[in-house]
């Protein structure tokens, strides 16, 4: 099989896990527009970028989590392409590097608006994707792969978006980050909870595979903590109770804590899910409240 048909690449997008594409975006152009200099088509062009980026990565984790038997036929999270026999290793890289090329090629657009920094940005992005479960030194084999979801889903989407709408680098930017970084890595916890057992088998070394299920049932909620008391600290930052709308979101946080701690194995798939509607439905109102503030 050499070329991959159009849904299953689709699926191999992960579609439930998008909105830690979208979200940095949102909540950056909400900071570029209190300076004044929110820019629609660079924020869409920077939207689209970024999706590729992890839309690359997914298939980047497809593949080489294939080859490292990380996703066998007990895997309880959603089928794998290529470990499920759908398309082959050689069409995925092709996929993967074709999504990393338009990522690239809109990237040349950002860079003729904000400068060298976006070529920086960019390449670093495409490297850590790729080197999150591929490489000589996988990330999220090694522990690291929270820590990868949390610089670049958070401060340098946000940040980064942020400078290509203003030319700017401000405080607000870097605390508007912190709540981005944590929800999506909230999802991380939760597919690694999902998969620790798997995980373990093929030497891939989570923190959840680490220190066990309760750390990564902690974790998770000090994330989820961490994103409620940054929106209140910029509630505080704006002078302004908008920045407070996405307490609002506080139940489905709630709902998503016991469910990470309730359920296991193919149920926490849903667990995912709402995680990443957490994400969207937390950073669509953190936007909302920034841009009002």
């Known amino acids: 099989m050499t070329t991959a048909p159009a849904s299953v690449l689709l699926r191999a997008a992960r579609p439930q896990t998008l909105p830690a594409g979208l979200v940095p975006v949102l909540v950056g152009t909400a900071v570029a527009q209190t300076l004044g200099r929110a820019d629609a088509l660079v924020a869409l062009v920077a939207l689209a970028s970024s999706l590729f ?62 400068g060298w920094p976006v070529v920086v940005i960019g390449v670093l992005s495409i490297a850590a994707g790729i080197a999150y479960t591929g490489g000589p030194f996988p990330l999220g084999y090694h522990g690291l792969g929270d820590v990868f979801v949390m610089i670049f889903f958070g401060f340098v989407a946000v940040v980064g978006t942020v400078f290509v709408e203003a030319r700017a680098l401000v405080p607000l ?33 989570t923190l959840a595979v680490r220190f066990g299920r309760r750390a990564a049932e902690l974790e998770h909620g000090g994330l989820l903590a961490v994103s409620y008391a940054a929106a209140i600290a910029t509630a505080g930052w704006l002078r302004s109770p908008w920045p407070l709308l996405p307490l609002a979101t506080i139940p489905l946080a709630v709902s998503v804590v016991r469910a990470l701690r309730d359920r296991e194995g193919a149920l926490l798939n849903a667990t ?22």
């Not at 038997?69 to 026999?85: I, L």
């Not at 930017?173 to 798997?198: E, M, Q």
């Open 53 to 114: 980026i992890q839309i690359g990565t997914n298939y980047a984790n497809d593949v080489f989590d294939a080859e490292k038997g990380a996703d066998g036929p007990d895997r309880v999270g959603p089928v794998r392409a290529v470990a499920a026999g759908l398309v082959s290793a050689q069409a995925m890289r092709r996929a993967m590097w074709v999504s990393f090329a338009l990522a690239a090629a809109l990237g040349v657009f950002l860079v003729s608006i904000a």
């Open 173 to 205: 930017a870097w605390l508007a980050a912190v709540p981005v970084g944590a929800l999506s890595t909230a999802i991380l916890v939760v597919n690694n909870v999902r998969d620790r057992v798997t995980d373990e088998r093929a030497g891939k070394r």
């Open 272 to 293: 995912l899910g709402a995680t990443a509607r957490l994400l969207l439905a937390f950073g669509a109102l953190y936007a909302l409240g920034i841009a009002l503030a």
